[in-house]
Nanobody
Framework: QVQLVESGGGLVQAGGSLRLSCAAS????????MGWFRQAPGKEREFVAT????????YYADSVKGRFTISRDNAKNTVYLQMNSLKPEDTAVYYC????????????????WGQGTQVTVSS
């Protein structure tokens, strides 16, 4: 059984930073991309960032480009999201996901999802 456990969420003031972690277990994820998505109240889930298996390819939503950094440690089956210069509009539940191959923006390419971690940015 695949398990993805996110951590690192919380309450932070605008301009602050948080680092999210997502540990995967239950199977080998060799060759698989990993991604972060988020969902704000009343809005659809949206893509945030993705990273290839090797870490050599990353892609970000325009809204977070230059502020967020995705990285991974394959030895630990863990993906990270460093979030800097946070804004109130970044407030959402953040989900990590494991993809089936290439790193893409589509949530349909990610069959495994975590339970989410709340990030709240106060103004």
């Amino acid at each position: 059984q695949v398990q993805l456990v996110e951590s690192g969420g919380g309450l932070v003031q605008a301009g602050g930073s948080l680092r999210l972690s997502c540990a995967a277990s239950g199977r080998t994820f060799s060759g698989y991309a990993m991604g972060w998505f988020r969902q704000a109240p009343g809005k659809e889930r949206e893509f945030v960032a993705t990273i290839s298996w090797s870490g050599g390819y990353t892609y970000y939503a325009d809204s977070v480009k230059g502020r967020f950094t995705i990285s991974r440690d394959n030895a630990k089956n863990t993906v990270y999201l460093q979030m800097n210069s946070l804004k109130p509009e970044d407030t959402a539940v953040y989900y990590c996901a494991v993809g089936v191959g290439r790193a893409t923006q589509s949530p349909y390419d990610y069959p495994y999802w975590g339970q989410g971690t709340q990030v709240t940015v106060s103004s």
